[in-house]
């Protein structure tokens, strides 16, 4: 009974969802490389656990990013931290930006040794939606599935209607909701939301005036990442040092 309320609860939550279309989430990214080498085919056994007795503890840490969004666009990014001496640095640049109305995305990231501006429609993905419920940072979520083949990747998001915009974290979206928790290939990486505050006035998404870097489209972009993959596979390196996971 209680699996069947809160599934009702879910389907047919409604409160101020009107106000509930524009704001910023917080959330904290995880990268788990152990298990990532662990999916490569091309490794053994005694190099896992090797790899898990020297690294093991290093992996996992948080590295925080924020979603801007309002119901006509969104955009995603990390967030710069500062390290034990007070310093702050950068990542690698890396910034997704959405636009729902024409169904267009503009990504400006880093990738082999040169920084590109990624454009063109908006990926295509195919989800089907799990009788799984989860609670994120507040909000009651349903679990989805979805395969990305260029990365060989099984994605599970977990998105609530309560926040009434498809959007989500890593560029993902497309389901009924606001994504608020990924798991990538059985906890190679996890993206899960620890803070969402929602505006009462109209969002303005902080995009930035110029971006530097060479302009391609979705399938340039796509042909070049399926090559990387698999030489590198072929040539027994890990493709994702260099590229996003």
Same mark, same amino acid.
């Not at 290093?58 to 390290?83: A, M, W």
């Not at 429609?121 to 909000?139: D, F, Q």
């Given at each position: ?18 106000? @509930?279309?524009?704001?910023? %989430? ?13 999916? =490569? ?6 190099? %896992? *656990? ?32 500062? @390290? ?7 990542? *690698?640049?890396?910034?997704? %930006? ?10 400006? =990231? ?19 939606? =799990? @009788? ?19 990365? *060989? ?44 505050? =929602? *505006? ?37 390196? @890990? ?7």
């Amino acid at each position: 009974m209680r699996l069947v309320y809160l599934v009702c609860a879910l389907a047919f939550a409604n409160v101020s969802l009107a106000q @509930n279309d524009r704001g910023q %989430i917080e959330f904290e990214r995880r990268t788990y490389w152990i298990e990532i080498m662990s999916s =490569l085919p091309y490794m053994t056994q005694e190099e %896992i *656990d090797r790899d898990r007795l020297t690294w093991g503890k290093n992996q996992g840490r948080p590295q925080p990013h924020i979603l801007y969004f309002n119901k006509d666009e969104s955009l995603y990014t990390f967030v710069e931290q500062e @390290n034990e001496y007070g310093y702050s640095w950068k990542k *690698d640049k890396f910034m997704l %930006i959405r636009d729902h109305k024409t169904q267009t995305s503009e990504d400006y =990231l880093d990738m082999l040794g040169k920084t590109y501006i990624i454009e063109g429609a908006v990926p295509k993905r195919k989800w089907k939606i =799990l @009788n799984e419920i989860m609670e994120i940072a507040g909000y009651l979520c349903m679990k989805a599935e979805t395969y990305d083949p260029i990365k *060989d990747q099984t994605i599970h998001a977990w998105f609530t209607n309560q926040i009434p915009v498809r959007s989500g974290p890593e560029g993902f979206d497309g389901l009924p909701g606001m994504i608020l928790g990924l798991d990538i290939n059985e906890g190679c990486l996890t993206v899960f939301a620890t803070k969402v505050s =929602l *505006d009462g006035e109209e969002s303005g998404i902080p995009k930035p005036e110029k971006m530097k870097g060479k302009r391609i489209n979705r399938s340039e972009y796509n042909e070049k990442l399926t090559k990387w993959i698999t030489e590198s596979i072929e040539g027994e390196k @890990n493709p994702y040092w260099q590229v996003r996971y």
